[in-house]
């Protein structure tokens, strides 16, 4: 994630207009400029800014939570029975040790609440690339080559669409025992099919362009015409439904690790740790059980809602019909070149 | 009609069976045995074997499916692992309290994202419409579980605190016992579920409501003098209506999770609950019957809303 702050252009819209911030990129000038477009919108729009900095906050908090851990003293997984919990056993609230309070183990709220983003941010990437990578090629093959593999394949995309998906997700979980494997893998196998049919949809309308036909008249193969003129059409919608693929990511795995299905205690999660303020209803004796946890799940899923949803708004088709202009004549320079 | 109809109950009932089969098979490869799960952990190797053969889990997997798939038809789920019931009896029994939850949940939903997308969209640019997106996007963020927690304690636990006792905290009374305790025990739960359903209409609703209200047809109704109100409702509603019935059967199988969810946070116990209590026990036979009903619902619901387009769109009739 780019500083918010660093060389403020005052171009704005045309792309034959960043010709000074193109002269100072170093590398691949025409390859940038589209991104380049969409990075100044996006720098001028300040809820994507704002969302931005609050995920970049707590992508570096959850990667220095082994440092922060160490500078308040507190593991993890430590329990402090002594200083944690008052002398009937109840957790205490926030003090000067325990910056957000501690739980009804004595674990310190704050390091394990760092813990938990660490891990929420890992499965939702991991299940975000994962999915991403499957619904990309499932929807561009049916897409592609439409009959009756796109018949095979529109149905599995239904199918797992009309799923009760949260319910076959303790089913399958049930089978192989819950872990931080199957979580993702379960997150994975119920968020590709959104994606693979918009990629579908677009991969339809994409094969019937003069650009392709042109590949195709170039003796391209479809592999080649699918890697090199389909899949760069396909970078926005992909790009958009990453973003916010990952807040549902964290959600599921929140969700699953609640009903205590997901990754285990005492590894610290959200869902964990909102699943023991639940528990004997630990939330009315102890509030920032629950309220910490709950705002973090909260701020986070926002700002990559938010975030998605101003990268939608910033990547214009235009940019797309930019893409494409591009491609052909690289495509047609090499073919000829060969 | 009759035809499509019954091609299409023909094709649910397919997809039924596909997925009893796929969760038959899915249990038959996966790697812990229920029989062990069942015998205890200190169980002998010919103790787990006796557990196995009552079961029938030593019979082919085949032979097994073949036998559970003709036991459906004639009503029979099977009898749980665990305190031997029939598994469609104890469905049964839990299932109005879902219908309950599910129905009264959605009836919130489309309340509530019906109304703030038509108020966010008869003035776009307004502060009803930035309020309306901050509501959408605080739906769409907020997990269903994180939703009930924090109505659970404010509403019951600071309520109660402050000397004002009306929520319960869980539990469920059957309609034909209260109907007026029924409510007041299912009011928190609806507006769990509603709540973060009501994202997607509220946005929906806005979006294609915008659209519509620029449509020729509408100034069309504006000029001859209709008020403003009907314009909206009776001219504008209309056309909004399929897009929003789409995305109910859409969303319906997203729904069965908020329910699970739900159930588990107030304390209702209905098939939800049921579900995650047999998955934890390893209940092979309640999962199966779980899954499948969720999935006959969702492939209810897919009807219905064919049906329904049919009713809202004359376009599709005449088809």
């Known amino acids: 994630m780019p500083e918010p702050t660093v060389d403020a252009p005052t171009d704005t819209t045309l792309d034959n207009q960043p010709s000074v911030s193109a002269a100072s990129a170093r590398t691949g000038v025409a390859a940038r400029s589209p991104f380049q477009l969409v990075w100044s919108r996006l720098r001028h729009d300040p809820t994507a800014m704002v969302s931005a900095v609050v995920i970049v906050l707590v992508i570096v908090a959850a990667i220095s939570a082994p440092l922060i851990s160490g500078l308040v003293g507190h593991g993890p997984d430590e329990q ?17 040790q325990f910056l957000l309070g501690a739980d009804n183990l004595g674990r310190d709220l704050f390091v394990r609440l760092i813990y938990g983003a660490q ?59 819950p872990s931080f494997g199957t979580t993702v893998v379960v997150i994975i196998l119920f968020s590709w099919a959104p994606i693979a049919r918009v990629v579908r949809g677009q991969t339809l309308s994409i094969r019937e362009k003069e650009f392709v036909e042109a590949a195709r008249s170039l003796g391209a193969s479809n592999w080649r015409i699918m890697r090199v003129d389909v899949l760069p059409n396909l970078v926005v919608p992909i790009l ?26 005492p590894t610290a999660t959200w869902g964990n740790m909102l699943a023991a303020a639940s528990t004997g209803s630990m939330y009315t004796i102890a509030w920032w059980m629950l309220v910490f946890p709950s705002a973090a ?12 949803d101003s990268v939608r708004d910033a990547l214009d088709p235009r940019q797309t019909l930019f893409a494409k202009k591009r491609r052909v004549t690289k495509l047609k320079k090499k073919e000829i070149a060969e | 009609m009759i035809r499509f109809l019954s091609r299409r ?10 997925i009893s089969g796929v969760m038959f098979l899915l249990f038959y490869v996966a790697p ?48 749980s692992f665990f305190n031997k019931e029939p598994v469609l009896d104890s469905l049964v029994r839990r299932l109005p309290a879902t219908a309950s939850l599910a129905v009264g949940g959605l009836v919130v939903a489309l309340g509530l994202g019906v109304t703030i997308g038509v108020g966010a969209a008869r003035k776009p640019g307004s502060w009803r419409d930035k309020l309306g997106t901050a509501f959408v996007l605080t739906g769409l963020s907020v997990p269903t579980f994180v939703a009930g927690l924090i109505l659970l304690y404010v509403f019951f636990y ?18 034909t016992e209260n109907p007026l ?16 359903a009501a994202a997607t209409y509220a946005r929906l609703v806005r979006s294609q409501l915008v659209s519509v209200m620029g449509e020729d047809y509408i100034r069309t109704a504006r000029s001859k003098g209709i008020r403003e109100d009907r314009v909206v409702y009776r001219h504008g509603m209309r056309n909004v209506l399929t897009p929003v019935v789409t995305q109910i059967s859409l969303d319906f199988a997203i729904l069965m999770g908020g329910l699970v969810v739900t159930e588990r946070i107030f304390g209702i116990n209905g098939i939800g609950r049921l579900a995650i209590d047999s998955v934890n026990r390893g209940d092979q036979p309640v999962i199966i019957g779980a899954m499948l009903l969720a999935s006959l619902f969702v492939v209810i619901a897919s009807i219905l809303v064919d049906l329904a387009y049919a009713l809202l769109d004359s376009r599709v009739r005449v088809k």
């Not at chain 1, 402090?80 to 000067?96: H, I, M, Q, V, Y």
């Not at chain 1, 941010?121 to 080559?145: D, E, K, R, Y």
């Not at chain 1, 439904?241 to 990754?263: C, D, K, M, R």
């Not at chain 1, 926002?302 to 998605?308: D, E, I, Q, V, W």
């Open chain 2, 181 to 196: 305790e029924w409510a007041r025990h299912l009011l928190l739960p609806w507006i769990t579920v509603g709540f973060v």
């Open chain 2, 32 to 79: 812990n045995d229920p029989a062990a799960t069942i015998a205890g952990p200190q169980a002998t190797n010919d103790q787990i074997d006796q557990v196995r053969a009552r079961l029938g889990l030593d019979m082919p997997v085949i032979e097994r499916y073949w036998l559970f798939i003709t036991g459906l038809f004639q009503g029979d789920l099977g009898y």
């Open chain 1, 297 to 308: 799940l909260l701020c986070v899923t926002l700002a990559f809602n938010l975030l998605g």
């Open chain 1, 119 to 177: 891990l929420s941010l890992i499965v939702a990437f991991v299940a975000t690339v994962g999915a991403l990578g499957i619904g990309t090629l499932v929807g561009m093959t049916a897409g592609f080559m439409r009959g009756k593999v796109d018949t095979v394949l529109t149905w599995f995309m239904d199918t797992t669409l009309s799923l009760p998906q949260l319910l076959f997700a303790i089913s399958l979980v049930s089978l192989v025992g």
């Open chain 2, 158 to 175: 600071l309520l109660t605190v402050m000397g004002l006792t009306f929520f319960p905290a869980a539990g469920y009374v059957p309609f």
């Open chain 2, 9 to 18: 109950i023909l094709s649910g009932i397919l997809t039924l069976i596909a």
């Open chain 1, 240 to 265: 958009v439904y990453g973003t916010l693929l990952i807040p549902q990511a964290i959600v599921f795995e929140a969700t699953l690790s609640f009903l205590g299905l997901g990754v285990l205690p």
């Open chain 1, 80 to 96: 402090f029975r002594k200083e944690g919990l008052t002398p009937s056993g109840l957790p205490t609230g926030p003090n000067d």
